[in-house]
């Protein structure tokens, strides 16, 4: 009988020992895919933030470029001026970003 208990006792320590190995390596797989998905994310944020916003931010610069070049109302020029150094600051801005964005890519991977 004294056998037969220790041997009980011995699998079940072994079974539980084995069980939680299992959850904490399931859980440490849910870890590494959940930092996958956010890595991934931020380079899909990053590359559409370059492709995107940063194309359209550089159009807005150079319309504005050309309106101050091609006006003689000093308002307007100006103002055209004012919008393309505000333009110029958001491009600064956003290749910030994008650089922030990467480098946590890179980090993660």
Do not use: F, K, N, W
């Not at 056998?3 to 849910?30: I, K, N, P, S």
């Not at 003689?72 to 956003?94: F, M, Y």
């Amino acid at each position: 009988m004294p056998a037969l208990l220790g041997a009980y006792l011995a699998a079940r320590a072994r079974l539980l020992r084995e069980a939680t190995d299992r959850a904490e390596r399931a859980e440490r797989d849910r870890a590494l895919a959940a930092g996958q998905a956010r890595a991934q994310e931020r380079m899909r944020l990053a590359a559409d933030l370059h492709d995107v916003v940063t194309h359209r931010i550089s159009l807005m610069v150079l319309q504005a470029g050309a309106v101050r070049m091609s006006t003689v109302d000093p308002t307007i020029r100006s103002a055209a001026e004012d919008l393309r150094t505000v333009g110029c600051e958001a491009l600064e801005e956003l290749r910030d970003m994008i650089g922030v964005l990467r480098i946590d890519h890179e980090e993660a991977t």
